[in-house]
């Protein structure tokens, strides 16, 4: 099998990383149907085909490397290095996989349906504020709602919400190559913010009177069988993982419908549509574009010998969009049979989001509420667009909302 580093393979920079309004489409869409693989200029590979990304997202032989690139970019201590040293995504093997079970229950489909009614109980209160035709979605519903639910997950009171949701976006900046150049200060701040937070707020409250996630930890921590440190960072990766993911891809399932009149329309007239608009959404625009991979072995990825220590950056948002699997991938239809062959929004392998069930949930009682109220979605100005080097979302979104007669 040929070496990765002795194929003659093109080189893109950094910038095809960098992809604001949704230009990585546009660069890497086309480079995806002729090269699985392309160089990344200084940095290491990027998997563009879906059998490549598949193979890399479910090799063993990887790990995140999150920590990794923090180091690169040096910084060996301080809030966020600690943050990211105990992070669910940092982890591997039995620690991983022992970490991930003491959060399933609370993550879980079961408690996904169980917080529906909830769900439904914040959207009616955040869409009642709603009073103007016009508004700017982001801040009005996308970033509050899963910021809510996040608290009643974690246990935490909603009153918290805001705060919550700010730490949220700060830290898994830290993620975000790109972000941490810039923002260290912001990302140090709301990660030393953030743990005292748990530990003086949360922390303090009784086991017995816990609930949610805390439900679950605070017992096992006051028996001495989860070190306090490993239940705060199992707490802060529950809340990086499952606000700013959730609230980037629920404005883009609001830009989308804006800009497809005739697929809202179908939510409209019949709500039945609404899982598979979810699904469509997910893998249309994941707001995971790009899921990175270091090797910890030699990697045969589907023929191709990769040495280890290699970083590979799998780019889901073309392996999303594969026209080998699936029919007239470059078009937004709720409608199309997209076979089973599924998408990779939340990953694949072992690093598979833990949180899927509360993500699907969430965006399908959101499409739900926004479908029942509202006939007509639109722009009402340009949205202004995050990096897609981390979670690619949206800063603004400024919508008219025609409410049904």
Request: include cysteine; charge should be negative; hydrophobic fraction near 45%.
């Amino acid at each position: 099998m040929p070496r990765i580093d002795t194929l003659d393979l093109p080189v893109v920079g950094l910038d095809a990383l960098d992809g604001r309004a949704g230009s990585h489409h546009e660069v890497l869409d086309p480079l995806a149907r002729d090269h699985p693989v392309v160089r990344i200029e200084g940095l290491g590979y990027l998997l563009l085909a879906r059998r490549a990304v598949d193979a890399a997202l479910r090799a063993r032989d990887t790990s995140m490397p999150a920590l990794a690139l923090l180091e690169l970019q040096g910084v060996t201590e301080g809030p966020v290095h600690h943050y990211l040293a105990g992070n669910l995504l940092s982890l591997s093997g039995e620690e991983h996989r022992a970490q991930r079970r003491r959060v399933s229950g609370a993550l879980g489909p079961a408690r996904a349906q169980a917080l529906r009614p909830t769900m439904r109980r914040h959207l009616e209160d955040l869409l009642e504020a709603v009073t103007s035709p016009e508004v700017e979605f982001v801040s009005a519903v996308a970033k509050p709602y899963p910021a809510r639910m996040i608290a009643e997950i974690v246990g935490a009171p909603v009153s918290d919400a805001g705060r919550l949701g700010e730490w949220a976006y700060w830290i898994q900046a830290a993620l975000d190559p790109l972000q941490l150049a810039v923002h260290l200060d912001e990302i140090q701040t709301a990660a030393a913010g953030f743990d005292v937070y748990v530990r003086e707020e949360l922390f303090t409250i009784e086991p017995s009177a816990a609930t949610g996630l805390l439900a679950d930890l605070l017992p096992e921590v006051a028996a001495g069988d989860l070190d306090a440190a490993d239940a705060a960072s199992l707490i802060s990766s529950v809340l990086v993982g499952g606000v700013d993911t959730t609230q980037a891809q629920l404005a883009h399932a609001v830009r989308l419908f804006a800009t497809h009149p005739g697929q809202w329309e179908l939510l409209v007239d019949d709500p039945a549509w609404i899982p598979a608009a979810v699904a469509e959404v997910l893998r249309f625009e994941p707001i995971t574009p790009f899921t990175a991979r270091l090797t910890t072995a030699e990697l045969d990825l589907d023929g191709i010998t990769v040495p280890q220590g290699t970083l590979l950056i799998a780019c889901t948002a073309t392996a999303n969009r594969d026209p080998g699997t699936y029919d007239r991938p470059e078009v937004f239809d709720i409608t199309a049979d997209r076979g089973d062959a599924g998408h990779f929004t939340f990953g694949a392998g072992a690093h598979f989001c833990i949180g899927h069930a509360l993500a699907r949930a969430e965006l399908e009682e959101a499409l739900s509420a926004l479908a029942h109220r509202f006939a007509h979605i639109e722009l009402a100005g340009e949205p202004v667009f995050d990096t897609p080097s981390g979670v690619y979302g949206l800063l603004e979104l400024p919508v008219r909302l025609h409410p049904r007669r």
